[in-house]
């Protein structure tokens, strides 16, 4: 139920493969120096961002705020500390569960899943 | 040393300035700790770079050591474990490996308050912290419209910052009836037409699956919120800036004593005036020791620096001299009204230091 939620709201905002306006391109003091641009997927759904920044940073320039929902009371959650602390970002990345996603750098053809409940580990052995 | 933050940039270099081998150690993929993302110019004095943002800051101290044969810099590295025997479980690559270090230097820093309140959990409501990493470090705006809570110096910074970056701030709201942080920044923010609501917190924040809208509320002289006093802003995103807690973990795994002093963020070692705790050889700098500002993280990373190697038989000729002057610009920088808190704080802290016989 979360995950279509989350689903619709996505389907909503975004429009595969589109970076929005929510990167910064010109800044008073700050410049930005982007990597390559690579391609990823979010349950299922190819987006974009720039190799070697964190997946947190690509989702949420593509309008991703929810990231997973709690393990419990299943409610939405997003990243809050951006520095690997929280633990509120905790996603599933190429099948491995529990990856904090504000840490985990974007690469190329990366799988990206929302994580329901605490993760298998050894779900393909 | 544990964490490259400006308490630990600055201990490795005291260190290594009187000849000792240094690690240092961060889980961060770049040195500089949370200078990385300060884009604004730094107060103080000379010695702790004022006039300069910290983003430079950290470049400037991290070069002072890159390439030194004395220095290893271990990245993309977290300390897990602090064992009985002194060992450190270190976690990189999903491997552990483990060192034995003669001495430490902990400057792990702090994490970010949270605030108690309706949906305080929803996507979109973050730490200042964490808005400013999004922004200033990977140029991303975290929202179009921000309601941000806390007017101390970070709240405040940060409510500047997102206005650099091209989102709109509505309000800036803040429990105590003044405003926490300097003037200086409070009235920058006020000229852009920003509100700092003091006397006001947040009653609830609003939506399903992201944050959708706040509202606030006024406080009377006690902190009870006031009925029907309520504003609504329609914002996507609500920013956190009330305060940070020092992230002492691996000191109670130490065995460290600890005190709850709730002027100085909340647990932290008891220590000497050299920042060695009551684990003889473990020393601790910056935010983990008392949240302040990096300006004196810096030199109380150069004072455990400079203390950790002098206690091992390393000296240099300026040593003594450079330790009085690091003494005495923390003294300098203490000084004044804001500064009141952190003062009341850490003389409560030697009074139980006393107490426990770690102070002389």
Redesign the interface.
């Given at each position: 139920m979360g995950g279509f939620?989350?689903g619709y709201?996505l389907l909503g905002r975004v429009s595969a493969s589109v970076m929005t306006d929510?990167?910064?391109t010109s800044?008073?003091?700050?410049e930005?120096k982007?990597g390559r641009r690579v391609r990823f997927t979010f349950d299922g759904r190819e987006l974009e961002g720039y190799e070697g920044?964190?997946v947190a940073?690509a989702l949420?320039?593509c309008g991703v705020?929810?990231?997973g929902e709690?393990p419990k009371l299943r409610?939405?959650?997003?990243?809050?500390?951006?520095?690997?602390?929280?633990s509120s970002c905790l996603m599933t990345v190429d099948g491995r569960p529990n990856v904090r996603v504000?840490r985990e750098?974007l690469r190329e053809g990366m799988r990206v899943t929302t994580q329901r409940g605490k993760g298998v580990l050894l779900a393909n052995d | 040393m544990i964490g490259a933050g400006p308490a630990g940039l600055c201990a490795t270099i005291a260190a290594r300035d009187m000849g000792a081998h240094v690690t240092l150690v961060d889980?961060?993929?770049r040195p500089g700790g949370q200078l990385v993302k300060q884009?604004h110019k730094f107060f103080g004095s000379r010695g702790q770079f004022a006039g300069k943002?910290g983003?430079d800051i950290a470049r400037l101290l991290a070069e002072r050591i890159e390439n030194d044969p004395l220095v290893e810099i271990m990245l993309d590295a977290t300390v897990v474990g602090f064992y009985d025997d002194g060992a450190l479980g270190i976690e990189k690559n999903d491997a552990l490996t483990f060192l034995k270090p003669e001495r430490v230097v902990c400057a792990t820093g702090a994490?970010?308050r949270m605030l108690a309140f309706p949906n305080n959990?929803?996507?979109?409501?973050?730490?200042a912290?964490?808005v400013q990493?999004?922004?200033?470090v990977?140029?991303?705006?975290?929202?179009k419209a921000v309601l941000m809570v806390g007017a101390g110096n970070i709240g405040l910074i940060v409510s500047y910052q997102l206005m650099?970056?091209?989102v709109d701030v509505v309000a800036v709201v803040e429990a105590m009836p003044q405003v926490g942080g300097y003037d200086v920044h409070a009235r920058k923010i006020q000229r852009a037409g920003v509100p700092i609501l003091t006397s006001h917190t947040v009653k609830a924040v609003h939506g399903?699956?992201?944050v959708e809208g706040a509202t606030i509320w006024s406080l009377d002289g006690s902190f009870r919120p006031i009925p029907g006093t309520e504003r609504y802003f329609e914002v996507d995103t609500v920013c956190l800036a009330v305060g940070l807690t020092p992230?002492s973990d691996l000191l109670w795994q130490a065995g460290c004593k600890m005190a709850y002093v709730p002027e100085l963020g909340g647990h932290v070692a008891l220590r000497n005036e050299d920042y060695e705790t009551s684990r003889p050889g473990l020393f601790v700098a910056g935010d983990l020791a008392g949240i302040e500002e990096a300006s004196s993280a810096m030199i109380e990373g150069t004072i455990a620096g400079l203390s950790a190697a002098w206690s091992l038989g390393y000296s240099a000729a300026d040593c003594e001299l450079r330790l009085a002057a690091a003494r005495a610009q923390l003294e300098a920088l203490r000084r004044g009204p804001k500064r009141e808190k952190v003062r009341s704080g850490i003389d409560e802290l030697m009074q139980l230091g006393r107490e426990a016989g770690i102070v002389a």
């Open positions: 939620i989350a709201f929510s990167r910064i800044h008073p003091i700050l930005f982007e920044e964190p940073a949420h320039a705020r929810v990231l709690s409610r939405p959650r997003g990243f809050f500390c951006a520095i690997g602390n929280c504000c750098k | 889980s961060q993929d884009t943002r983003i994490s970010e959990d929803l996507p979109g409501v973050y730490g912290g964490a990493t999004l922004m200033n990977y140029g991303v705006r975290p929202g650099q970056a091209g399903t699956q992201v992230l």
